[in-house]
């Protein structure tokens, strides 16, 4: 699972996925036709990147267009998505960090929640967890999206944790994949 560069990034996506089931290396873009976009890895530690993006390609695949991969059907994307998820986690328990896998778990169950609610806060409760991954500093903000639908409190923790620039940087990437 080690990455030794950020351009190795995707392929080590793709390539473990792919390793890990005929299906998943059927479902692979061709490298020539992947959108390689880090979206929100730029706002957290490089020791998440790789699991943070694995997780938004998970989050894709359910949910908005994927950079890497194109399943042949829905049932087969849903399950290429909860594949990526777990893997994700996995990588970021590699890290030895429980609070930042505490802190993906959060994102993912408040982003199913806000696409059932077809509310809006599923990118700021993703720059929000990336830029504060593993601080354990989230529980207030994610309390405000989850009893009300209100993503301010997180947008304003991601744009304190990462800046201005990078977060709307982030929003804009993630606003081409689901928008």
Known sequence: ????????????????????????????????????????????????????????????????????????DADTALLLGDYLYAHGLVRIA????????NDLAELISLCAQAQADQTDGDWAVWAATASALGGGVLSSPRASLRERGDASALERAARAAAGDE????????HDLHVG
Do not use: K
């Open 1 to 72: 699972m080690a990455t030794s560069s950020a351009t190795d990034l995707w392929d080590d996506l793709v390539g473990e996925a792919a390793a890990e089931s005929p299906l998943w290396a059927e479902s692979a873009l061709p490298a020539a036709d992947q959108r390689r976009d880090a979206v929100f890895s730029g706002l957290c530690e490089p020791r998440f990147a790789l699991g943070v993006e694995t997780i938004y390609e998970g989050y894709l695949l359910h949910f908005g267009r994927p950079r890497l991969f194109a399943p042949a």
């Open 94 to 101: 590699a890290t030895g960090s429980v609070d930042a896998v």
């Open 166 to 173: 990078a977060v709307e940087r982030a929003r804009v990437a």
